[in-house]
């Protein structure tokens, strides 16, 4: 069982990236997904989730109307597109197998850097 978040890098503000969370060795369409961050010096914050039962999602304020996260069932993934990325959006981003921090399952996370 295993869970991969791939997809971060250096972009500059204003651009966008797409984060993709994949499964192996399970379903994930069986499980809410949560999106996470953790910035330097900061505690971890959950950023966005989708739910397991109806596809309802979850944003933090900070990212409403940039982020967008979705599920795609045929390839066991679920993204997080990034647009209009600000500075204080660097960060390390870990996906789960839940929306709160008692997630069963987690994801090496990937490093997202926005600087000019």
């Known amino acids: 069982v295993q869970l991969q978040a791939s997809g971060g890098g250096l972009v500059q503000p204003g651009g966008s990236l797409r984060l993709s969370c994949a499964a192996s060795?399970?379903?994930?369409?069986?499980?809410?997904i949560g999106w996470f961050r953790q910035a330097p010096g900061k505690e971890r914050e959950g950023v966005s989730c989708i739910s397991s039962s109806d596809g309802s999602t979850y944003y933090v304020d900070s990212v409403k109307g940039r982020f967008t996260i979705y599920r795609d069932n045929a390839k066991n993934t679920v993204y997080l597109q990034m647009n209009s990325l600000k500075l204080e959006d660097t960060a390390v981003y870990s996906c789960?197998?839940?929306?709160?921090?008692?997630?069963?399952?987690w994801g090496e996370g990937t490093q997202v850097t926005v600087s000019s």
């Open positions: 060795g399970f379903t994930l369409d069986y499980y809410a």
């Open positions: 789960a197998t839940d929306c709160t921090m008692a997630a069963d399952y």
